[in-house]
């Protein structure tokens, strides 16, 4: 494929890196087959997922299993090669059995999990066994929806009292399942709790300098809003790279599904804050807190979300200065990643991108791959290789 020359980004640059991509997951997804990898690499290499009661070695648990499906789901739509599509066939047929058996659900990233895996599948191809799981997985979305607060709580058994009526800036991209839903079934409740949910958290968790909470809680009887908080930044008060990220790209799509204006602006404040926050290669350290000289590890996959998201506003403004202020942003972040991020060969590494950080407060995926880090730039290779192309979003 040939891409068109774009800003800080050439044809050429872009479909070398998309050739180096695709080859790792070609490989990958021959090394796990029916099986997920782990959540981060270790030392450059994805391991299986660990073995856990009820889950054997590389099982479909926890939240970011999706994200190895939605390559395979992108590399299908770049390269129509069978072996692609029968891959992403599997795992979405995996992702089917596991909402039917009711495999761990306990969470709001339902939205992560199935808008990558079957909602794919019968947008693509009209599978519609992927398009009843899909529904399932919102339906369950839906249970952990907060009255009065109108807040879908984040984590855990919803009577666990640590957890209740806490939600975190990354469910913004959980919401996409919702509104998926609601188009599908023409149900009002999936848009109600999207425009509800997203107000909350543009109220909210999105601070008056324009920085993010990456948590927040509301009183549960009440739906007062009590305070925010951070369980993966430097300090409750920083700005968790991650999390700022989330916000551009999932205020922006959420815009889209809703057309309130208020959510475009939100997206326009966190993209501000982030582009202001940025060291001289335009990758984030993993706290935007930190800044040129710090020796904190940098976040590649907090990059490559902001990427997305600031095509996602390019594409929504139109024309105009705004439009070309995020676009030019975007191919410039993404012209750092492929120079600068990613592995010389792909043989060198599982990971699409590295130096991310899943957590570095529990010292968790530390300077390794991950596996949003290579959906996301993923995804944002195809964008630009595939203008126009409808995300999964």
């Not at 009183?219 to 305070?227: F, H, S, V, W």
């Amino acid at each position: 494929m040939t891409t068109s020359p774009t800003p800080g980004t050439t044809a050429t640059a872009v479909d070398l890196a998309l050739a180096a991509a695709l080859a790792t997951v070609r490989r990958n997804s021959t090394t796990f087959g029916a099986g997920y990898p782990d959540d981060t690499t270790l030392n450059g290499r994805y391991l299986p997922r660990p073995a856990t009661a009820g889950f054997p070695l590389g099982g479909n648990r926890g939240w970011t299993t999706s994200f190895f499906n939605g390559m395979e789901w992108l590399a299908w739509e770049l390269t129509q090669e069978e072996v692609f599509r029968d891959a992403a066939l599997a795992h979405s047929a995996d992702f089917a059995r596991r909402v039917r058996a009711g495999e761990d659900l306990d969470t709001h990233d339902l939205g992560f999990l199935y808008t990558l895996s079957t909602v794919p599948a019968w947008r693509l191809l009209a599978d519609a066994d992927g398009r009843e799981a899909a529904l399932l997985a919102a339906d369950h979305l839906m249970l952990r929806l907060l009255e009065p607060a109108g807040i879908i709580q984040a984590w855990g058994d919803l009577s666990d009292p640590r957890q209740r009526g806490r939600t975190i800036v990354d469910s913004l991209m959980n919401m996409p399942l919702l509104t998926w839903a609601g188009e599908q079934t023409g149900e009002a409740r999936f848009p109600d709790a999207v425009q509800r949910h997203t107000a909350q958290l543009r109220e909210h968790i999105v601070r008056a300098d324009n920085s993010t909470f990456h948590t927040f809680y509301w009183d549960i009887e009440t739906g007062e809003a009590l305070r925010g908080a951070t369980e993966q930044g430097a300090f409750d008060d920083s700005c968790w790279a991650r999390g700022q990220a989330w916000g551009i790209y999932g205020f922006a799509l959420n815009y889209r599904a809703t057309g309130d204006p208020l959510l475009l602006d939100a997206a326009w404040r966190c993209a501000d804050y982030f582009l202001a926050h940025l060291p001289a290669d335009s990758v984030p350290f993993w706290d935007l807190v930190y800044v040129d000289g710090s020796d904190a590890p940098r976040d590649s996959s907090s990059a490559a979300i902001a990427v997305c998201g600031l095509l996602e506003l390019a594409e929504l403004e139109g024309t105009g200065e705004r439009a070309e202020r995020a676009a030019d942003a975007a191919h410039t972040m993404l012209a750092s990643l492929i120079d600068n991020y990613t592995p010389e060969r792909p043989e060198d590494s599982d990971a699409l991108l590295l130096h991310s950080v899943y957590d570095l407060p529990k010292n968790n995926g530390v300077d390794e791959g991950t596996l949003w880090g290579d959906y996301f730039y993923l995804e944002a290779l195809t964008r630009v290789a595939l203008p126009g192309r409808k995300p999964f979003w």
